[in-house]
């Protein structure tokens, strides 16, 4: 009988796993001021995080609570489909509440997320967030809406490459890595990469690159006028149309500066 | 195989109808067998236009709901020997349209051994428009010269793109044709409208012709006659010269010069 037991006979095992998990950075408890940041952050986009597992840090915030409201905190960010598991950086004497409401109390170490090469930059509620700028409408044919993951999950995806022209409306999200577009967008249309962006032909609508953070993520194009453009976040609009040096040209967009003071640069490109 | 010819252009007021309707004549002139559909159910204007409005027995939906066959709701064009006419519904609403109704009026006139059906898509981006272009193999794209309408039509061809079957099914994409309508070279020479190049640049297909603005067409219209049918028309021989390069004939771009008009003309008035 014993020798029966195979794997079927399991009922349950265990095994170690490690798990890419976003972390949201609460600095603030208030049901009430972080639905108004959230609401701000991610209006147009109840479904944003889709069923994302999250911990939550407690380690940014102003003031040491006396009390949590937990329940509130926790519906709040379920009603953005996020997932809250458990909480870090707590102080001791809210662990009772926290195990309470359900999450787990995780201990200070064996983070494996502020070890990647590009920290997330700082977003008032849950970082990272792919741009601070309003929510995009979602279109009815466009392509699953990006989802954010703490930036632990190395950016080794395929390239997605896009043949036909982008049009607008239509929305493409290269998930984890660079997107190339072959045919160039329309106005009105949104590109979302990981990694960075390569737009041969006209870069016409709304392009955003290093969605999870990655600083170092570029957009290229040979046809420079895009509505918008965006890099970890660090974002810039052409109210006043498009600079001269770069207007139809071949340009590229990067960050420059150091931590916490990048200034978006655009450049136009050199050929022979 | 009948092949399907939906004209869009996502705004409204920019001349699909109008154009539906020379295409299809223009195509039965020639003498394919044609049929053209009013997709606009609810809001019905083609038959106006094909002056059939007075004979309309039975229309798309009754044919779609089965309670009326093709034979009975065809209309035959009183201009064209080889053109038919399948009205909209004018006491519907959109949601009467289903995809399989649609999909096998098309194929009932496919099996009546029609060589064309035009389907004159309504404006926006909801069911009808949809309906319009599910089955879709070419889309003539109607574009009017100023940004609004090119970026309208930047929409529907993406929503070509992706919900035509075409697309779904993975086949050879639905073939894009741009159709530049009320076209006024003197305005487009003043720097108040787009040129047709500049359109032509913005939605990177292929131009199929310009038509000019004229009072020609609203005329038409009122009389219930194609502005294909037009004597001495310039909108006419635009048209014509439409289906010329619809069905692979080359013919120069006409009408989108502007030339100052001469001292005789000024003297004398003139068109």
């Known amino acids: 009988m014993a020798e029966a037991s195979s794997l079927q006979g399991k009922l349950i095992e265990f095994k170690g796993a490690s798990l890419a998990v976003m ?55 379920r009603r953005y489909q996020l997932q809250p598991v458990g909480v870090r950086h707590l102080p001791e004497h809210l662990y009772e509440g926290a195990r309470r409401a359900g999450l787990a109390v995780l201990g200070n170490e064996g983070f494996s997320a502020e070890r990647t090469v590009t920290p997330p930059p700082p ?42 022209p982008l049009r607008s409306g239509q929305q493409v999200y290269a998930k984890g890595g660079d997107l190339v577009l072959l045919a160039g967008m329309s106005p009105g249309s949104e590109i979302i990469a ?24 570029r957009i290229f194009s040979t046809n420079f006028g895009p509505e918008l453009v965006s890099i970890a976040g660090v974002y810039r609009t052409f109210d006043r149309g498009i600079p001269q040096a770069v207007a139809g040209r071949g340009a590229q ?19 022979d | 195989m009948a092949r399907v010819i939906v004209v869009t252009s996502g705004k409204g007021g920019v001349g699909k109808t109008t154009t539906s309707a020379s295409i299809s004549s223009g195509l039965a002139l020639r003498g394919y067998k044609t049929a053209v559909i009013d997709f606009d159910v609810g809001l019905r204007n083609l038959d106006l236009i094909m002056g059939c409005e007075r004979r309309v027995v039975y229309d798309l939906i009754n044919v779609v709901n089965g309670e009326a066959n093709l034979h009975q709701a065809l209309i035959k064009d009183k201009h064209c020997e080889n053109l038919f006419i399948l009205p909209a519904s004018q006491t519907r609403d959109k949601d009467a349209l289903t995809e399989e109704g649609v999909e096998k009026v098309l194929k009932d006139l496919e099996h009546m051994g029609f060589d064309y059906v035009v389907c004159d898509s309504p ?14 193999d070419e889309a003539i794209v109607v574009t009017n010269p100023e940004v ?124």
Request: proline fraction near 9%; include cysteine; glycine fraction near 8%.
């Open chain 1, 23 to 77: 972390t949201a950075y609460v600095r603030d408890t208030d049901p009430v001021r972080l639905a108004d940041a959230l609401h701000m952050m991610l209006g147009g986009m109840p479904d944003f995080f889709a069923g994302e597992p999250a911990i939550l840090d407690l380690g940014q915030l102003a003031a040491d609570p006396d009390r949590i409201d937990w329940t509130g905190l926790l519906s709040l960010l």
């Open chain 1, 123 to 164: 977003a008032p509620v849950a970082a990272p967030a792919p741009a601070p700028e309003p929510a995009p409408a979602p279109a009815p044919d466009a392509e699953p809406a990006p989802q954010t993951a703490a930036g632990s999950e190395p950016a080794h995806a395929p390239t997605l490459v896009v043949d036909r």
């Open chain 1, 194 to 217: 990981d990694g960075s962006i390569h737009c041969y032909g006209p870069l016409r609508g709304r392009a955003l690159a290093g969605a999870r953070g990655d600083t170092s993520a």
């Open chain 1, 253 to 271: 967009v990067r960050l420059t500066g150091s931590d916490n003071l990048h200034t978006l640069e655009i450049n136009p490109l050199q050929y």
């Open chain 2, 123 to 136: 404006a926006g981006i909801e069911r009808g428009a949809v309906m319009a272009l599910t089955f879709a």
């Open chain 2, 148 to 271: 609004s309408s090119v970026r309208d039509s930047d929409r529907i061809l993406g929503i070509l793109q992706s919900k035509s079957r075409r697309a779904i099914e993975g086949r050879e994409a639905v073939k894009e044709h741009l159709l530049v309508t009320r076209y006024s070279p003197k305005r487009v020479e003043d720097g108040e409208m787009l040129s047709y190049k500049d359109v032509q640049e913005l939605l990177r297909i292929p131009l199929i012709g310009a038509i000019p603005e004229s009072d020609d067409v609203l005329q038409a219209s009122n009389q219930g006659t194609p502005a294909i049918h037009l004597k001495d028309s310039d909108v006419a021989t635009a048209y014509q010269d439409v289906v010329a390069r619809f069905l692979g004939e080359d013919r120069p771009l006409r009408f989108v010069a502007y030339e100052k008009p001469g001292l005789l003309k000024r003297l004398f008035g003139g068109k």
